[in-house]
């Protein structure tokens, strides 16, 4: 199952999934980009098979039926990809107590409830794997992060805490950490002001040079929940073109 699916890194990570030969439930918020990832999932995918949820990771009530759609259709629920998020660039003078609210509920909370429902669901069979996306703004400062920086904190901390937890049952919870990737949030910001030269500096940060790519991600996420990496848990895989290694 992937959360945030419709677009950005999820959608990347879903298409290649199902390159793989994954049975997929996909889920998101925006009902239309949804059905539009399902259908191009089908169209370029023979024998994909791909269910998908509508629904708002945040709500206890909507993160159980995502989980309970792969059960459903599948019996199990092997791999979780913790992806919803929302990414507002906000200092802290900017942001209010709804902005902070709203990319906890979100970000946080968000993550908490898909791999609370997974690791129930997982438990019987005694395996299972969740990659959860942290981000660099999860593990080093970042200008303009107020909220959503601290919030992928929270994404870092519940990946050690629930790979020590979970591992005598026989379930991986690692993370990535990708810098800053060319999602269509990213392409969008020349538009708003400041955006431009926020890019242009971070694009700069980054020692490679450049922005990564969301099929960049997926890779590492779909290397972390193979049984390739069945000796790795609690762990947090920068993919950030060398920003934390500076």
């Given at each position: 199952?992937?959360?945030?699916?419709?677009?950005g890194i999820g959608r990347a990570t879903a298409e290649l999934f199902a390159r793989e030969g994954a049975r997929l439930v996909i889920t998101d918020v925006d009902a239309a980009a949804l059905d539009r990832c399902r259908?191009?999932?089908?169209?370029?995918?023979?024998?994909?098979?791909?269910?998908?949820?509508?629904?708002?990771?945040?709500?206890?009530?909507?993160?159980?039926?995502?989980?309970?759609?792969?059960?459903?259709?599948?019996?199990?629920?092997?791999?979780?990809?913790?992806?919803?998020?929302?990414?507002?660039?906000?200092?802290?003078?900017?942001?209010?107590?709804?902005?902070?609210?709203?990319?906890?509920?979100?970000?946080?909370?968000?993550?908490?409830?898909?791999?609370?429902?997974?690791?129930?669901?997982?438990?019987?069979?005694?395996?299972?794997?969740?990659?959860?996306?942290?981000?660099?703004?999860?593990?080093?400062?970042?200008?303009?992060?107020?909220?959503?920086?601290?919030?992928?904190?929270?994404?870092?901390?519940?990946?050690?805490?629930?790979?020590?937890?979970?591992?005598?049952?026989?379930?991986?919870?690692?993370?990535?950490?990708?810098?800053?990737?060319?999602?269509?949030?990213?392409?969008?910001?020349?538009?708003?002001?400041?955006?431009?030269?926020?890019?242009?500096?971070?694009?700069?940060?980054?020692?490679?040079?450049?922005?990564?790519?969301?099929?960049?991600?997926?890779e590492a996420i779909c290397f972390l929940a193979s049984d390739a990496a069945s000796f790795i848990t609690g762990a947090i895989l920068p993919v950030d073109g060398g920003y934390l290694a500076q």
């Amino acid at each position: 199952m992937i959360t945030g699916a419709a677009s950005g890194i999820g959608r990347a990570t879903a298409e290649l999934f199902a390159r793989e030969g994954a049975r997929l439930v996909i889920t998101d918020v925006d009902a239309a980009a949804l059905d539009r990832c399902r259908a191009r999932l089908l169209d370029d995918t023979a024998g994909v098979e791909v269910g998908a949820v509508v629904g708002d990771v945040s709500i206890p009530n909507d993160a159980c039926r995502m989980i309970d759609a792969a059960v459903d259709l599948y019996g199990r629920i092997d791999v979780l990809v913790a992806n919803a998020g929302v990414i507002p660039l906000l200092d802290i003078t900017q942001a209010t107590a709804e902005d902070w609210d709203h990319v906890m509920a979100v970000d946080g909370r968000g993550m908490f409830l898909t791999c609370k429902y997974a690791i129930e669901a997982m438990l019987p069979a005694g395996h299972g794997s969740i990659v959860c996306l942290s981000s660099i703004s999860g593990m080093a400062g970042q200008r303009g992060q107020a909220t959503y920086g601290p919030a992928k904190f929270v994404a870092s901390g519940l990946t050690r805490h629930l790979a020590v937890e979970w591992a005598g049952s026989g379930i991986r919870v690692n993370a990535v950490a990708p810098g800053t990737i060319g999602t269509e949030r990213v392409r969008r910001l020349p538009d708003e002001p400041g955006g431009a030269e926020y890019l242009a500096e971070i694009e700069r940060l980054h020692p490679m040079g450049r922005i990564g790519e969301p099929c960049e991600v997926a890779e590492a996420i779909c290397f972390l929940a193979s049984d390739a990496a069945s000796f790795i848990t609690g762990a947090i895989l920068p993919v950030d073109g060398g920003y934390l290694a500076q």
